[in-house]
């Protein structure tokens, strides 16, 4: 078969499944996530002004990270702490869903 036969055989399935979806839905999701967009954007926006606060932090009490070792060492405190920060929140919600 043809690949220009093909499209014209799957075009009328195609129809139904957009008709059996119910097109409304689409604005709906698409708006969702333009939300979720925005809430990602707006956590970038949050993590790079914490990473200016913790790089002056950094500077002030262990030197400045200009050197490739200084800006190694912020990398890794920074990873750790963020790892720290995420299992300690994790441990909160799963204790969190058991009470429930």
């Known amino acids: 078969m043809k ?10 399935s195609l129809g139904k499944f957009l008709e059996d979806q119910k ?5 709906e999701d698409l ?8 809430i990602a954007a ?8 914490w990473d200016k606060v ?3 932090f950094f500077e002030q009490f262990f030197g400045a990270t200009n050197t490739l070792s ?7 405190l920074v990873t750790l702490i963020a790892a720290l920060v995420s299992v300690i ?5 799963i204790k969190r869903r058991r009470r429930r």
């Open 54 to 56: 913790l790089k002056q």
């Open 89 to 93: 929140l994790g441990r909160r919600i």
């Open 3 to 12: 690949p220009k036969e093909r499209e014209e055989e799957e075009s009328p």
């Open 31 to 38: 708006f969702e996530k333009i939300i979720i967009l925005v």
């Open 70 to 76: 200084g800006k190694l060492t912020y990398a890794v």
């Open 42 to 49: 707006l956590g970038l926006i949050t993590a790079l002004a």
């Open 23 to 27: 097109l409304r839905r689409v604005p």
